[in-house]
């Protein structure tokens, strides 16, 4: 079992940054990709960012290119997305996620392990 468990959600002004952190433990092993992706009440849950296990290889949504930026330290099991820009339309629950070897990168069902959850609030 691979547990996610994501921080660094708040409430920031439009055009702040905030910066999440998903820290992975349990039965995880090299190879994954990982990624977040966000749900806003009432909406689907979306994709946002993903990368590749070599770092070589980052995805982004168009919503948020040029604003938002993934990384990850291997060692430390952990993925980033720093979040520069902000608008009100990127408040969401924003859900880390593991293992996308089961398709796109880009559809929620591809990916085999996911965290609670973590609230921003950008406000106008």
């Known amino acids: 079992q691979v547990q996610l468990v994501e921080s660094g959600g708040g409430l920031v002004q439009a055009g702040g940054s905030l910066r999440l952190s998903c820290a992975a433990s349990?039965?995880?092993?090299?190879?994954?990709?990982m990624g977040w992706f966000r749900q806003a009440p009432g909406k689907e849950r979306e994709f946002v960012a993903a990368?590749?296990?070599?770092?070589?290889?980052?995805y982004y949504a168009d919503s948020v290119k040029g604003r938002f930026t993934i990384s990850r330290d291997n060692a430390k099991n952990t993925v980033y997305l720093q979040m520069n820009s902000l608008k009100p339309e990127d408040t969401a629950v924003y859900y880390c996620?593991?293992?996308?070897?089961?398709?796109?990168?880009?559809?929620?069902?591809?990916?085999?392990?996911w965290g609670q959850g973590t609230q921003v609030n950008v406000s106008s």
């Open positions: 996620a593991a293992d996308s070897s089961r398709g796109s990168v880009y559809n929620t069902f591809s990916w085999g392990y």
């Open positions: 349990g039965r995880t092993f090299s190879g994954y990709a």
């Open positions: 990368i590749t296990w070599s770092r070589l290889n980052t």
